[in-house]
């Protein structure tokens, strides 16, 4: 309830409308709540330094990034593909320009899944109507984050905030890496 609120209240002040009635007190995120300043690039990277290129995991290791992430607010920008979020049950986006990688490749893909009602689904497929590349900025909390040397990585993303929506830059690749790159060194 308060994803999809939070939510339609943003969409409809880009839009000009008039916001909805503010939540309830007891449902209001808390004013304590400390946003967490890295990106998703920031995770690839410790995720990367932790894995390396060894198909032998140090499960400590791992278990100590997946501690320092899980559970912290962070504002990210990610793409919106309509493919890959049809449901709201199972709405994922893509969380890295690779274009930002110039020549290397990214090794440790993950693509973070919202936990979305069908409003916040259909208020994100709204903000991203007709732009057929779309990234959007969004608040949320790392609830779930899947990373230890028996499964693969996974994340989920709750209390989503979608701070706003844009299309993506010709000089963007979110949904593959430009050709010529090659595995990290």
Do not use: K, N
């Not at 932790?50 to 140090?58: A, E, F, H, P």
């Not at 693509?111 to 109507?129: H, K, N, T, Y």
């Amino acid at each position: 309830m308060t994803r999809t609120l939070a939510i339609t209240t943003l969409l409809a002040a880009a839009c000009g409308a008039e916001p909805a009635a503010a939540p309830s007190p007891e449902l209001a995120t808390p004013a304590t709540v400390v946003l967490d300043e890295r990106d998703q690039y920031a995770l690839l990277a410790d995720i990367e330094t932790t894995v390396g290129t060894s198909l032998l995991r140090d499960g400590e290791a791992m278990a100590r990034v997946r501690a320092s992430w899980q559970g912290q607010r962070v504002r990210w920008e990610l793409a919106y593909v309509p493919l890959f979020c049809r449901e709201a049950s199972a709405c994922h986006l893509a969380p890295f320009d690779h274009a930002r990688f110039g020549t290397r490749r990214i090794q440790q893909g993950w693509m973070p899944q919202l936990e979305l009602d069908a409003a916040g689904r259909d208020a994100l497929a709204a903000a991203c109507a007709g732009q057929p590349a779309c990234v959007v900025r969004l608040e949320a909390t790392v609830r779930q984050f899947t990373f230890d040397p028996e499964h693969a990585t996974a994340l989920r993303l709750s209390d989503v905030a979608l701070l706003g929506a844009r299309a993506a830059r010709p000089d963007e690749s979110w949904l593959a890496s430009p050709p010529g790159t090659r595995p990290r060194a």
